[in-house]
């Protein structure tokens, strides 16, 4: 690459146009460019060096074992309405009883809000958990200080949602997490 430096320069300059010379056709522009490219290297063509490159990762070999997302069986997906009735509802019962918790618990800073369909739990330095819907995807996103990002589709046979690629029911993260954090059982079922 070092010894094309040079070169690059020289095409850049003669592509540039200088308003003293008047335009010419492009093919006559053209030329000093391609002489300049095989006098920079005879053999290849003057495009050699974009071919030379790969733009392809090849496999990633993971290992057997990993985990990775389940499939998506997209006959399963709701429709928007009945994905709206089922966030809506699991939202707002999550902030109602996230409320009641928060008069259990005595952590500063505490705080539930839900605005523009986002529910937030501030558990002061703790952390915040954010958890909003997915319309497009019909999922319910999760942010947790704890487990980090997520994203739950609904689970038809266990009637709740579920992130497919560690099978986690998204009330019985909650609960388990926030006992973790705040020391008080709680029962979001």
Not at 32 to 54: G, K, T
Request: with cysteine; net charge neutral; glycine share 4%.
């Amino acid at each position: 690459m070092a010894s094309r430096l040079p070169h690059l320069r020289r095409i850049s300059k003669l592509l540039k146009p200088t308003p003293s010379i008047p335009a010419r056709s492009s093919r006559d522009s053209l030329a000093p460019l391609l002489l300049l490219l095989r006098q920079a290297r005879p053999n290849d063509s003057p495009w050699s060096f974009a071919s030379s490159r790969s733009f392809c990762s090849g496999p990633l070999n993971l290992p057997q074992d990993s985990q990775g997302p389940a499939a998506v069986d997209y006959r399963s997906l709701l429709q928007e309405d009945e994905f709206h009735r089922l966030a809506n509802s699991t939202i707002h019962d999550l902030q109602e009883k996230l409320e009641e918790y928060g008069d259990i618990v005595k952590i500063d800073g505490f705080d539930v809000d839900y605005g523009n369909e986002v529910l937030t739990l501030k558990l002061g330095a703790l952390g915040t958990y954010v958890l909003n819907k997915q319309t497009p995807n019909r999922q319910i996103w999760l942010s947790s200080p704890v487990s980090g990002p997520s994203r739950f589709d609904w689970d038809h046979s266990a009637q709740a949602w579920v992130y497919r690629r560690t099978k986690a029911n998204l009330l019985k993260l909650l609960e388990s997490e926030l006992q973790q954090l705040c020391g008080e059982p709680l029962n979001l079922s």
